[in-house]
Structure formats: C-alpha cells, structure tokens
T-cell receptor, first 110, second 116 residues
Framework: KQEVTQIPAALSVPEGENLVLNCSFTDSAIYNLQWFRQDPGKGLTSLLLIQSSQREQTSGRLNASLDKSSGRSTLYIAASQPGDSATYLCAEGGSEKLVFGKGTKLTVNP | EPEVTQTPSHQVTQMGQEVILRCVPISNHLYFYWYRQILGQKVEFLVSFYNNEISEKSEIFDDQFSVERPDGSNFTLKIRSTKLEDSAMYFC??????????????FGNGTRLTVT
C-alpha cells in the first residue's frame, strides 16, 4: 500500500530562517512528486511538481528535490516570511491519483 | 488566473439525506477528480473522471457515491444517503493531463459537508 509520511508534523521558525520540510514515500514507481500549500479553510495550491525523471525543481524561494532510490523528497524554503505560514503537503503521483502525506504545519514568526 | 470553483462552501445535512456537491473545473482541463479530507486526517482520493466516465475510484467510493458531468462546465459528486462518517471537506480538482504526468492538479476551495 502506498504511504507518504511527512516530518515534522509542525515547525515554528523566526522570520528570515531557511528551512527544510521532509517527505518520504514507499512507492518507488511514482510518476511524479507534488508539493502543495494549504491555508486554513482553503483548498490546495500547487507549488512544485517534480517528474520521476527529474531530481529537483525551483520556483522563487522554493526548491524541491526528489530521490526515488531512497523514497525521499525535500522542500527547501529560503528566507522564510510570515506569509509562508501554512500547511505544506507532499503527494506522490501515480498514473491516475495522488497519495498525500498528512502535512507539515509551518509557522513563521515575525 | 483560471480557477476551480466549488459550491456550496458549506453544506449541512441530516443523516440519510442526499447531497450534491458542485464544481466548475478549469475550462480547458480534461481530467476531473474528487478528493476528501476528514478533519485532522490526510487528503484522500475518491475518484477520477475522463471522457465522461470514471477512470479510477478508491474503495471509499462505494455505491453511495456517484459523479456526473451534466453539461460542458459542471462536475458533480452525489452522495445518495449520507452517513455521519461522510462529514469531511470535499475537494474538486482538475488537470490538463493525468495526475501522473507533468500536469499539476488545480484544486477548488472545497465544500465542507457536515452530516448531523
């Protein structure tokens, strides 16, 4: 059974700090790995998608890496800001569906 | 930027009643999905839909659930006889291509379903 785990469950950092969120998955035959942001009471916003043939993707202050052999992905956020406070979800992409982790709740304190 | 819209944002219903959750996917997208998130739990896949038929469904998506694209813009999820455990946030999503390609899913803001 596909399983996605995210550590830590919650993280609180001061503004300006660089941070790393971790995601591990069990299915080595993934098609892609996607990172989403979820604000309270809102939907999921796609941040980055890494195809299985890629090792990383970057968008602004965000960088996501993928290591299929170890079943791990990381999301690196540079120079964090209070507006980055949200829950970050990773999801492994199969051919038809996404399997989500439970998320890391990030709080960036001013 | 185009977005997926869902209505209503909150629906309260009594156990045993039928509910229909509505979604308008992004207009040029071809693949449509429903996911749900029980409070405090993971987001879970329910069903994917392409070319007017279900392409994959999870074990959660039993005979009480159905999906329909009644016209060129709407995508609906029907729960025939709601149970208390159906209480959750239901998210609609759409994508240009299958979830497993380089096409990200675009999610709506969700419908919070409360079954009393």
């Amino acid at each position: 059974k596909q399983e996605v785990t995210q550590i830590p469950a919650a993280l609180s950092v001061p503004e300006g700090e660089n941070l790393v969120l971790n995601c591990s998955f069990t299915d080595s035959a993934i098609y892609n790995l996607q990172w989403f942001r979820q604000d309270p009471g809102k939907g999921l916003t796609s941040l980055l998608l890494i195809q299985s043939s890629q090792r990383e993707q970057t968008s602004g202050r965000l960088n996501a890496s993928l290591d299929k052999s170890s079943g791990r992905s990381t999301l690196y956020i540079a120079a964090s800001q209070p507006g980055d406070s949200a829950t970050y979800l990773c999801a492994e992409g199969g051919s038809e569906k996404l399997v989500f982790g439970k998320g890391t709740k990030l709080t960036v304190n001013p | 930027e185009p977005e997926v819209t869902q209505t209503p944002s909150h629906q309260v219903t009594q156990m045993g009643q039928e509910v229909i959750l509505r979604c308008v996917p992004i207009s040029n997208h071809l693949y449509f999905y429903w996911y749900r998130q029980i409070l405090g739990q993971k987001v879970e896949f329910l069903v994917s839909f392409y070319n007017n038929e279900i392409s994959e469904k999870s074990e959660i998506f039993d005979d009480q659930f159905s999906v329909e694209r009644p016209d060129g813009s709407n995508f609906t999820l029907k729960i025939r006889s709601t149970k208390l455990e159906d209480s959750a946030m239901y998210f609609c999503a759409s994508s240009e291509a299958l979830a497993g390609t380089n096409s990200p899913l675009h999610f709506g803001n969700g419908t919070r379903l409360t079954v009393t």
